[in-house]
């Protein structure tokens, strides 16, 4: 089982940033689909963005284009989720998770079989 850290999550105001990392170990983690998921207190966990170790591909939830972006470092093992713009709509836990066989439905919970424990990011005036 790869074991993936979160961090970086905190409370800020509306219209703030944060910048949110998921850490995991490097032979596993560079070779798979790095996702953020967030789940919302009662709501289901759903997709935020995606990125591929492989080829450099990323995947965004469509409302969320614009104001969140997702970038990795080989490095440092870490995949980054800079959120702009926040709105207290964004509050939830955020998960970083890896899928090793980059499923083609990447928005989906299913394929992703490693996750970490996640970081809440509270939004509120």
């Known amino acids: 089982q790869v074991q993936l850290v979160e961090s970086g999550g905190g409370s800020v105001l509306p219209g703030d940033s944060l910048r949110l990392s998921c850490v995991g170990p490097?032979?596993?983690?560079?070779?798979?689909?790095v996702a953020w998921f967030r789940q919302a207190p009662g709501k289901e966990r759903e997709f935020v963005a995606a990125?591929?170790?492989?080829?450099?591909?990323?995947y965004y939830e469509d409302s969320l284009k614009g104001r969140f972006t997702i970038s990795g470092s080989v490095a440092k093992n870490t995949v980054y989720l800079q959120m702009n713009s926040l709105k207290p709509e964004d509050t939830a836990v955020y998960y970083c998770?890896?899928?090793?066989?980059?499923?083609?439905?990447?928005?989906?919970?299913?394929?992703?079989?490693?996750w970490g424990q996640g970081t809440q990011v509270t939004v509120s005036s």
């Open positions: 990125t591929n170790w492989n080829d450099g591909r990323r």
């Open positions: 998770a890896t899928d090793s066989t980059y499923s083609l439905t990447y928005y989906s919970r299913a394929p992703y079989d490693d």
């Open positions: 490097e032979r596993t983690f560079t070779s798979s689909r």
